[in-house]
């Protein structure tokens, strides 16, 4: 078992760290050679990660191009930065050389504009210089920017021989073939083919005949989103990209499909905690501090509204001072429902599967939000019943408690719904804007029935 | 613009769905087969979902099992269930029989106990049988739980030739060809080769000859985050799962890994928003509230705890009612500041990078927390003082503000560190728990600090 584990996962180490800086510092080539030879591009990416500055360029002046240019793209966004700044447009123009289209024009896409220009100019090779060219003036959020131009083709009238002879020269290019394309003479896509439907036909069959026309594409300015929906929903692979007249033009695959999922997954979550902008816990104290100060200053002013609220009731509740001492509860149970109540819609949202009317829905919130408020009013009376003795207080409370829980669970329905609408991101609503908007609302309500019931 | 992006995602319409519940009033199969034999299973799974059970069941029976098995790992759990009640054992099992192993073991381990064995027992292909009650026997969350029997295996001893001839065979039950496994004589995997190498190799070569030994793979029993980690670090899009003896047992692909992410990712959002097991916005009232419930009860719990706190301190600031009015504004910031900083750790824990010591990482925290705090509290004291017009109190309330923030940051990092050093899944620690205790220490803290400042 342990063997197997060792395996899986790549543990960096303390003592691999330090192996590495020791044979640095004796400037010890081969044995660095042999050491990181072994490794995959990404682990020594992550052993990059920790390194100082100057270790991490000499490990990549070391490697050659074609390892270091993957080791890249693995690299730490801060990390890379500093090292590009490190080489010349010439070096970088080499590694640059070594990658595939979507990634070589995200690495430029990254570098000063100035140096993106000396860069491009140094690239040799004219077909690959066009390609990235093409790719850089895509939106980085589109099926443009995030597909590649390597991709495998072969025209309907070639013959299942012809063919195989073409794709041994174009596979060469492409490191993962997953299907083969196939276009008409205005480079229209057709339909599609498998390695394995070529292998299993007859050599002298043409392509038409064993082409399948049901083929699904992206249009190169639909929203990665979207495309990233359409390729989960049909357990895709690889799906091509074709422009407004059908005209193929690259191909997105499964792997960069992952890392946005796993990218927007991960502003999401930081959304509902409070974090804008997509930072990462080792980012810069500046950097976290302008991720978080907006919406902690939000709920600044939500708690200064709630002061406010608390201060105009101060009069008439002087007689009832134990009122004050549940507003946390209030705006807490407040809070919590909100969050709640939109996390599943804004996930619903996000998978497309809200459906029916919107008053529906808030119906059946205000049922849920009534009974969980009920079960807990129940416990709140009990207690305050018990420890007060004041049966009048404690049922004002607890009403009061009902009501605030299921005007939370519609704010928390209705504002995510309304902001897609809106063409906003649902997203924003889970979390601080909801529990900021439920403290105030909450504790304005729970004084305006405790008010009415105690009849004041 | 507008064509390509009716294509890019299926709209389920009302006049779709009543369409197809005319035509099968009218019992019109003909029409029927016609209208559907154009979607994707996956869009026929989401009419049916849309439909009466009966209406469902009958499309069912009506297209054949290819189709119908395909659409039925996509329907919604609970209609797939309430559809398969309404099938007899033979149905069901002429329905797996068309599935890979993997969704043929999943569907089959969805059904009640009894009923399993009268399914497997009418599957009558022995070899699928026994595969997919193989796969039956692994937990749910390990790779053996993932994994499907269908992959491509040549033995290194083969030839180039002979490998494709017998690939031909081979590949007609595996949906894509990946990579094809190199196995010796023990059915070990000692290599992998893709069809690409196969083309491009001369005939009479040995595969021992063209495999590339250099082959990932995970262990029958390793836990699928794990392997979902691997695979999306490595960027690979199918892995082979072998046993101790490193004896190849099936493979994973990308797509199982993809939803495998989604859950999860959707999982960690829920427990932050305080929403416990995987429940989606369509299921019953009852499933929603036993759901939400336990945390709003914590809540509730930390309310009472903060209500105890307050009325504790009554005597000693019975000249200061202000700081009352305050209490919900520093529940608020304690709260988001615990989960802020919680949610930092907690993915950067699901992402295994959070290295270095526990102490730079809470003494950051504490710095970042102290900038923000002190940010915070000078817009306080001036609208404290501004309002009220004392400056004791204006600082009394704004230092206690800082240091609850320094608190809140502080508990809000130790306590998914804590959880994960533990075992425990450090994600519900964002949300209600840190929330709910941050606002018991929070108001404990502001009231001791603003006596001490106060002194009283």
């Not at 995030?146 to 009238?157: G, H, I, W």
């Not at 997105?252 to 991960?266: G, P, Q």
């Not at 009317?357 to 969980?372: D, G, T, W």
């Not at 991101?425 to 008010?451: C, E, M, Q, R, V």
């Amino acid at each position: 078992m342990s063997e197997e584990n060792e395996k899986i996962l790549f543990e960096l180490s303390d003592e691999l760290i330090s192996q590495v800086e020791q044979l640095i510092v004796e400037k010890n080539d081969k044995e660095l050679h042999h050491l990181l030879d072994d490794f995959h591009y990404a682990d020594i990416a992550e052993i990059l990660d920790e390194l100082d500055l100057e270790d991490a360029i000499y490990i990549i002046k070391l490697l050659d191009s074609e390892t270091t240019s993957d080791i890249l793209t693995e690299l730490d966004e801060d990390i890379r930065e500093k090292v590009l700044k490190n080489l010349s447009a010439k070096e970088i123009a080499e590694e640059i050389e070594e990658l595939d289209t979507d990634d070589a024009a995200d690495m430029i896409a990254e570098l000063p504009e100035d140096r993106q220009k000396a860069v491009i100019s140094q690239i040799e090779d004219e077909e690959h210089k066009a390609e990235i060219q093409e790719l850089l003036a895509y939106d980085e959020d589109t099926a443009g920017g995030l597909m590649a131009k390597e991709l495998v083709k072969v025209y309907e009238t070639w013959t299942v021989a012809g063919c195989m002879r073409r794709i041994r020269g174009q596979a060469k290019d492409v490191t993962r073939v997953h299907s083969i394309y196939v276009v008409n003479k205005e480079e229209k896509l057709i339909g599609r083919l498998s390695l394995k439907d070529l292998i299993t036909a007859k050599s002298e069959q043409k392509i038409a005949e064993i082409s399948n026309a049901n083929v699904d594409s992206v249009n190169v300015n639909d929203d990665v989103e979207d495309v990233a929906k359409v390729m989960q929903k049909y357990d895709l692979e690889a799906i091509p990209v074709v422009d407004d007249n059908q005209v193929l033009l690259g191909r997105i695959t499964i792997d960069d499909i992952v890392d946005v999922m796993k990218e927007e997954a991960e502003k999401d979550y930081q959304l509902a905690a409070g974090i804008t902008s997509d930072v990462e816990h080792d980012d810069s104290i500046f950097q976290l501090t302008r991720a978080r100060l907006p919406w902690l200053f939000l709920g600044l002013l939500g708690g200064v509204g709630a002061f406010l609220i608390m201060e105009g009731f101060q009069e008439s509740f002087s007689k009832y001072a134990v009122l004050f001492f549940f507003t946390p509860l209030i705006a807490a149970m407040a809070g919590n429902v909100g969050v709640q109540s939109s996390a599943i819609i804004v996930q619903g949202l996000a998978n497309d599967d809200v459906k029916g009317s919107i008053n529906s829905r808030l119906l059946k919130e205000m049922f849920l939000a009534a009974l969980n408020g009920f079960i807990l009013a129940i416990f709140l009376f009990l207690f305050v019943w018990a420890t007060k003795g004041d049966m009048n207080t404690a049922l004002a409370i607890s009403i009061s408690l009902v009501a605030v829980i299921i005007v939370a669970g519609l704010i928390g329905t209705f504002v995510p719904l309304f902001l897609d609408k809106r063409g906003i991101d649902p997203a924003i609503a889970t979390g601080p804007f909801i529990t900021t908007s439920n403290d105030i609302f909450g504790i304005l309500i729970y004084f305006w029935i405790a008010k009415m019931i105690l009849g004041i």
